[in-house]
């Protein structure tokens, strides 16, 4: 899970930081001073705790332009609002917040918005999905139904839970598709980093029984990818 801290004040970064730790320690949590670091920085949050009231940008300003850059995508950040004042609390929810927290920070009620974010996010990164052109349909596969994806001439073959399917595409653009949770090990094959069983440097096995080879050349950065893979709380089967 990524989250993002935003805030002017160091000590309330701080702060969240501490208690986000004490109900997630996996989660990868980045720090902002301000509404420009945080949109310049180009990231995916899964949750942003957002000050409202900072020089520059203003939080609700802030969010207004991070929901601009999120047009066309399937899943929004969850923007949860930090303030002193709940005058803003209008203006907050026009920009699709979860909630909001005022200051000085209650541990009792912050723990109860983030339990419930963070299993709103967890529901969503486990239904999270692609839509992929497959016999003359578009069809919908759910990343944690996916084992693995081999090249196969100028097509690919998705080979999921619900068995094979044969689709145009070219294997490099379901690798940039899908880099966050699956890796390629060989240029033949990208597998899904939680349907992996086990692995050495010559091969990965699949939870099917399947067996993927493994390059050379990939096996350091494979560990890498899986050690950075499981730290962010990806399910590791190994």
Same mark, same amino acid.
Do not use: H, P, W
């Given at each position: 899970m990524k989250i993002a801290v935003c805030?002017?004040? $160091?000590?309330?970064?701080?702060?969240?930081?501490?208690l986000?730790?004490?109900?997630?320690?996996?989660?990868?949590?980045?720090?902002?001073?301000? /509404?420009?670091?945080?949109?310049?920085?180009?990231?995916?949050?899964?949750?942003?705790f957002l000050d409202i009231e900072m020089k520059k940008l203003t939080g609700i300003?802030?969010?207004?332009?991070?929901? /601009?850059?999120?047009?066309?995508?399937?899943?929004?950040?969850a923007i949860i609002f930090i303030t002193a004042f709940r005058e803003y609390m209008e203006q907050a929810f026009d920009v699709g917040a979860f909630n909001y927290i005022t200051k000085p920070i209650d541990e009792e009620r912050f723990f109860r918005i983030f339990e419930a974010v963070s299993k709103e996010v967890d529901t969503a990164l486990e239904n999270k999905f692609i839509m992929v052109k497959c016999q003359g349909i578009q069809r919908r596969f759910f990343l944690h139904d996916i084992s693995y994806i081999?090249?196969?001439?100028?097509?690919?073959?998705?080979?999921?839970?619900?068995?094979?399917?044969?689709?145009?595409? $070219?294997?490099s653009e379901f690798e940039e598709l899908l880099k966050e949770s699956f890796f390629r090990p060989h240029r033949c094959y990208l597998v899904n980093m939680e349907n992996i069983s086990a692995y050495d440097y010559e091969e990965i096995v699949t939870l099917d029984g399947d067996r993927l080879p493994m390059s050379k050349q990939k096996y350091r950065d494979f560990v890498k990818a899986y050690m950075r893979y499981a730290r962010k709380g990806g399910i590791v089967n190994v």
């Open positions: 805030d002017d004040s $160091k000590e309330i970064c701080l702060k969240i930081t501490d986000i730790r004490m109900r997630n320690n996996s989660a990868e949590i980045s720090l902002f001073s301000d /509404g420009e670091a945080l949109i310049a920085s180009g990231e995916d949050f899964d949750i942003i300003e802030t969010a207004e332009k991070l929901r /601009g850059l999120e047009e066309g995508k399937e899943r929004k950040t081999e090249s196969s001439n100028k097509k690919v073959i998705l080979n999921t839970k619900q068995g094979k399917f044969e689709v145009y595409g $070219k294997l």
